[in-house]
């Protein structure tokens, strides 16, 4: 990462996104925090010595004003932090559930990397880092919109890697388990058996990324058993699944209009 980086963190007003700005301002980097909360951006911003953009980082309007907004401020944007994520819907998950997840979680990232990519090829640098989840790997149980548009973000984000490394972009996935914010307070009994017994700090989360943005790693794990399960995954699809069913009955032994 460049000295004195300029930095855009969308989602930044909580969780990840203010660990990660906290870790980065403390290497040197500069800051914008984009939110769709404004007291919870102003907020953040004011703690790191940052930039507040407050506002739809998805929409292809609030994409351009945000990318506007941070050049504007910052002169260029180094790396930019694709964050903020929803996580919505359970077994009878609407059709409003996919949209939202599929435009937060998918679209947000495409479109921000289209913003972005123009002025970085001609620079021939620039970092895009987007948040997805060991979902996006593996699958969140009792929600298939998070595990769809999670599993986008990913293969969204190898296409980038394998598309442009050669032109100086680096492209990384960060894909945490349980990690203790309010969207994990929110998963219910499958987050209860699945996540909250090896959640982490968002701060564990900042630490691991700052390591990885070091030696430019495609996948960030804060979580190292993910990768074990990834594999296993891989190996043997019919074994991982059944696994995978039982922690289901679990989770319906817990509530069972699950």
Same mark, same amino acid.
């Given at each position: 990462?460049?000295?004195?980086?300029?930095?855009?963190?969308?989602?930044?007003? =909580?969780?990840?996104?203010?660990?990660?700005?906290?870790?980065?301002?403390? @290497?040197? @980097?500069?800051?914008?925090? =984009?939110?769709?909360?404004?007291?919870?951006?102003?907020?953040?911003?004011?703690?790191?010595?940052?930039?507040?953009?407050?506002?739809?980082?998805?929409?292809?309007?609030?994409?351009?004003?945000?990318?506007? @907004?941070?050049?504007?401020?910052?002169?260029?944007?180094?790396? !930019?932090?694709?964050?903020?994520?929803?996580?919505?819907?359970?077994?009878?998950?609407?059709?409003?559930? !996919?949209?939202?997840?599929?435009?937060?979680?998918?679209?947000?990232?495409?479109?921000?990397? *289209?913003?972005?990519?123009?002025?970085?090829?001609?620079?021939?640098?620039?970092?895009?880092?987007?948040?997805?989840?060991?979902?996006?790997?593996?699958?969140?149980?009792?929600?298939?919109?998070?595990? #769809?548009?999670?599993?986008?973000?990913? @293969?969204?984000?190898?296409?980038?890697?394998?598309?442009?490394?050669?032109?100086?972009?680096?492209?990384?996935?960060?894909?945490?388990?349980?990690? *203790?914010?309010?969207?994990?307070?929110?998963?219910?009994?499958?987050?209860?058996?699945?996540?909250?017994?090896?959640?982490?700090?968002?701060?564990?989360?900042?630490?691991?990324?700052?390591?990885?943005?070091?030696?430019?790693? !495609?996948?960030?794990?804060?979580?190292?058993?993910?990768?074990?399960?990834?594999?296993?995954?891989?190996?043997?699809?019919? *074994?991982?699944?059944?696994?995978?069913?039982?922690?289901?009955?679990?989770?319906?032994? #817990?509530?069972?209009?699950?």
């Amino acid at each position: 990462m460049p000295d004195r980086a300029g930095v855009v963190i969308t989602g930044g007003g =909580n969780g990840i996104g203010r660990a990660i700005a906290h870790r980065l301002v403390a @290497a040197g @980097a500069r800051i914008v925090v =984009n939110d769709l909360d404004a007291d919870a951006a102003a907020r953040v911003a004011n703690e790191v010595g940052g930039f507040a953009v407050p506002g739809d980082a998805a929409s292809e309007e609030g994409v351009r004003a945000l990318v506007g @907004a941070a050049r504007e401020h910052l002169g260029a944007i180094d790396v !930019f932090f694709a964050n903020a994520g929803i996580a919505r819907g359970d077994a009878a998950a609407t059709e409003d559930d !996919f949209e939202a997840s599929w435009q937060v979680n998918v679209m947000a990232h495409v479109r921000a990397a *289209r913003a972005l990519l123009p002025d970085w090829l001609e620079r021939g640098e620039g970092r895009f880092v987007a948040t997805a989840s060991a979902a996006g790997l593996l699958m969140m149980l009792g929600s298939a919109p998070y595990t #769809l548009s999670k599993h986008a973000a990913v @293969a969204h984000a190898e296409w980038l890697s394998a598309t442009y490394r050669h032109r100086g972009i680096v492209v990384q996935a960060l894909c945490p388990q349980g990690v *203790r914010t309010a969207m994990l307070d929110d998963t219910g009994p499958a987050g209860d058996v699945t996540l909250k017994d090896t959640a982490i700090t968002p701060e564990e989360v900042a630490e691991t990324v700052y390591a990885a943005i070091g030696d430019d790693r !495609f996948l960030i794990l804060p979580h190292a058993e993910v990768a074990d399960y990834v594999r296993a995954k891989a190996a043997d699809p019919d *074994r991982w699944l059944g696994g995978m069913n039982r922690l289901q009955q679990r989770v319906e032994d #817990l509530r069972p209009d699950f």
